[in-house]
């Protein structure tokens, strides 16, 4: 494949196929498809339900849907997949389709890992209180999930690196209790098997900053759309915002809706002091998460591929790379269907999400 002078790596969520502990939880065949098609418009003008159109209603157990995806990525300018994994003291979820590409060696396409370490709840019905499956940390955890990778998945010749180091991203370090000593754990095990780490962390739930790295990553990922930025664009947003929100409160609205113009804050975002730390930049084509909620959802209004183009571009245009390898930016995401948050063609947009994106990377290599 083309090698890019920046790497766009987009989130990928390997959901869609049915497994036994979704069964249990939402019922027999459940993927995340059914959430996607009963989502409605809650308001005029408002953009659900989200229907893919080029690839389907697809099942990840498919070979040559995964195929197709990474023939798509490729073509239209992203260097790899970053694949959510799920890893709960040695039971891991969703991995059929990543354990099947390990083993078939296809698709032929770049790829990394992102451990989604967050306790599972029911709250996609509501029940955020319920927890599903638990994350408890040890040491003798820690040894074992990051020998499994060593041996499992990194070796993988596809496996994206930086200077031979394996590039491993943790989504929500302030959960553990002592992330310092567990990447101390994970160091010693790489190099008794004569390997490096490449570690990240990503930034998200307002956990940012060059403290955060100081407990031993090497990097930091932007994790857009919920960055610090978002956090002080809510604060700042437009006076009528904020008395609407209050009034639907008043009136009764459980639903306790989030809604922000999508140029609005791109602009806030853009207009952000660049960070004095090792950071990976991210952009969002949109974000709805109202077909997986029924109350205090988040969504972005007016967004379009255009003006996600006119994003990347920007993002692409002013960073920087940190070395020749340390060149990432990230798109969240692929395919969060239920999230309003894809790249993959829709029934609206066609695939100008995607040509949207090669325009920009190659406008940047210009």
């Known amino acids: 494949m083309k090698q890019h002078a920046k790497r766009v790596i987009a989130f990928y969520l390997p ?20 959430n996607v098609v009963k989502a ?29 995806q990474a023939a798509l990525a490729e073509r239209y300018g992203l260097s790899g997949f970053c694949y959510y994994h799920y890893w709960f003291n040695g039971h891991r979820l969703m991995q059929r389709p990543v354990e099947e590409m390990l083993a078939s060696g296809k698709p032929d396409f770049p790829f990394m890992l992102c451990w989604a370490n967050e306790n599972w709840t029911r709250a996609w019905d509501g029940g955020e209180q319920e927890v599903l499956i638990r994350q408890e940390y040890s ?19 596809r496996y994206i690196r930086v200077d031979g180091k394996p590039v491993f991203a943790v989504y929500r370090s302030a959960l553990f209790p002592d992330m310092r000593r567990t990447i101390e754990v994970w160091r010693e ?45 809510w604060e700042h947003r437009p006076w009528r915002q904020k008395l609407m929100y209050h009034l639907r409160k008043l009136w009764g609205d459980r639903r306790k809706m989030r809604k922000a113009d999508y140029d609005a804050y791109v602009a806030y975002s853009l207009s952000r ?15 709805d998460n109202t077909a997986r909620r029924k109350q205090r959802m988040f ?11 006119r994003w990347l571009r920007e993002v692409l245009r002013r960073f920087k790379p940190y070395s020749a390898e340390e060149n990432f930016v990230f798109i969240n995401a ?26 920009a990377i190659e406008e940047d290599e210009r």
């Open 334 to 359: 692929w395919n969060e269907w239920a999230e309003g948050n894809h790249l993959e063609p829709d029934m609206k947009w066609g695939g100008e999400y995607l040509a949207a994106t090669l325009r």
């Open 189 to 233: 095990e790489a190099a008794a098997r004569g390997a490096e780490l490449y570690l990240c962390r990503v930034e998200s739930f307002n956990a940012a900053g060059r403290e955060e790295l100081a407990v031993g990553f090497d990097a930091a990922i932007e994790f857009q759309p919920f960055t610090p930025a978002m956090t002080d664009f």
């Open 139 to 157: 040491e003798e955890d820690d040894r074992a999930h990051i020998r499994y990778l060593l041996d499992e998945v990194f070796r993988d010749p």
């Open 273 to 287: 002091p660049a960070p004095d730390y090792k950071l990976y930049p991210s952009v969002t084509p949109s974000w």
């Open 15 to 34: 959901q869609y196929h049915p497994f036994p502990e979704n069964d249990r939880w939402w019922g027999a065949g459940f993927t995340e498809w059914r």
């Open 299 to 309: 969504l972005f209004h007016n967004a379009t591929p255009e003006k996600y183009g």
């Open 40 to 68: 409605r418009p809650l308001f005029r003008g408002h953009y659900q339900p989200h229907l893919p159109a080029d690839l389907g209603f697809y099942d990840l157990r498919v070979p040559e849907v995964r195929q197709q």
